[in-house]
């Protein structure tokens, strides 16, 4: 199966001992794939990171999809259908890129991606 990483899934996929890293090994010792909008990799690139930090990160990917037509189209009526909340426009672009690719989406922040499950997106 291919999950797709919300950010801050994958900054915790790299840190051991956490519910991300457990849950992000488990699906790896199933076979699981792992892949990400640009977007992601954007948000994850802007933090304080070391060279190894990246450098594990593009290991743990098999796969960044870089915005298309398709998705923005689909984040902008997602975020028009769930109220145009404040800040809300890129979860609702890494939402479109989840749906798209036909893939759960892995989310610390669950309760942000909820309201997007009856638009179908589908949580991991």
Known sequence: ??????TNF???????????N?????WLACGDLFEISVLVWAEFLCG?????????ARLLISAQHPMSDGQAELGAKLFRETGR???SLADCLI????IL???????ENRTDFEKLVPLGLRLA
């Open 95 to 98: 939402a479109a890129c989840a």
């Open 48 to 56: 304080s990171l070391t060279h190894e930090e990246e450098a594990s």
């Open 22 to 26: 457990q849950k992000f090994l488990e």
């Open 1 to 6: 199966m291919i999950i797709h990483l919300d």
């Open 85 to 87: 909340r404040k800040r």
């Open 10 to 20: 994958l900054i915790g996929a790299q840190k051991p001992g956490t519910v991300p």
């Open 101 to 107: 690719a036909d893939a759960p989406l892995a989310t």
